[in-house]
């Protein structure tokens, strides 16, 4: 009879055993830090005064499904720390309409302020909305997107909720697809993603992409993250606040 050693298969149960525990400990504090997040956001939604501040290229945040802007708080803070003034999108307020209707929102208050050399910073959904708006950008107002944890390739769990817009981010979803198939956008991307993902697990690699995996875990926590933050604010640093040239739209 063969007694498994300690590399053997027998450590395998228990090794899965371990890793199930431990993602369900991130998924749990995941979901502490996002309704912390969300309480304190709730308690103040108004824009600090030294966000119109900076020299940089404007940063226009845009936050996933049933989250405030204020979610986005921490990388909003260290971007402008680095000289990005910020731009938030109050009509998008929970972000529960379709990515479309998101997306034209979106592009609506980028040509009423007249802004130019625009980098979009998106959280989950917000990174979908953000690659439309691209899409429609006729007037090379926007220069790129960084999107963090999002589900470039829709989420399998949507298929689990049966809330219209969660079931929107499903793998099979018409928008999605489209999304999908405009790969000619996503050399102006910059996807951020954590090495677990709770909300996520089909992964936010995107080819063709800038893609930048981390160490962190958590759908939410990642947007605290120390080196999620670093990785933003170098994949906005390249931005002058001007528009891109046509040699930089295509690629």
Do not use: C
């Amino acid at each position: 009879m063969n007694t498994p050693t300690a590399e053997g298969p027998g450590r395998h149960p228990v090794r899965r055993l371990r890793n199930t525990a431990r993602r369900g400990w991130y998924w749990a504090a995941d979901y502490r830090y996002a309704a912390r997040s969300q309480l304190s956001g709730l308690a103040d939604q108004e824009t600090p005064p030294r966000y119109a501040e900076g020299r940089l290229a404007p940063i226009v945040l845009i936050a996933g499904v049933m989250e405030s802007w204020t979610l986005l708080r921490p990388v909003a803070d260290r971007l402008n720390e680095a000289g990005h003034p910020i731009h938030v999108v109050p009509d998008l307020a929970f972000n529960l309409g379709t990515i479309a209707e998101a997306a034209r929102i979106v592009h609506t208050l980028i040509l009423g302020r007249e802004l130019t050399g625009v980098v979009l910073v998106a959280h989950s959904k917000g990174g979908l909305v953000g690659k439309q708006v691209l899409a429609l950008d006729e007037e090379a107002r926007v220069e790129r997107l960084i999107a963090i944890a999002t589900p470039f390739a829709g989420s399998s769990l949507a298929n689990l909720v049966p809330l219209r817009s969660i079931r929107a981010l499903r793998p099979s979803d018409p928008t999605i697809r489209e999304l999908g198939a405009q790969a000619a956008l996503n050399a102006r991307i910059t996807s951020i993603y954590p090495a677990f993902d709770p909300h996520v697990p089909d992964g936010s690699h995107l080819s063709g992409a800038t893609n930048v995996p981390l160490a962190a875990m958590g759908h939410f926590r990642v947007l605290g993250d120390a080196a999620a933050l670093t990785a933003v604010v170098a994949a906005a640093g390249g931005s002058s606040g001007q528009p891109p040239t046509a040699a930089e739209r295509a690629g």
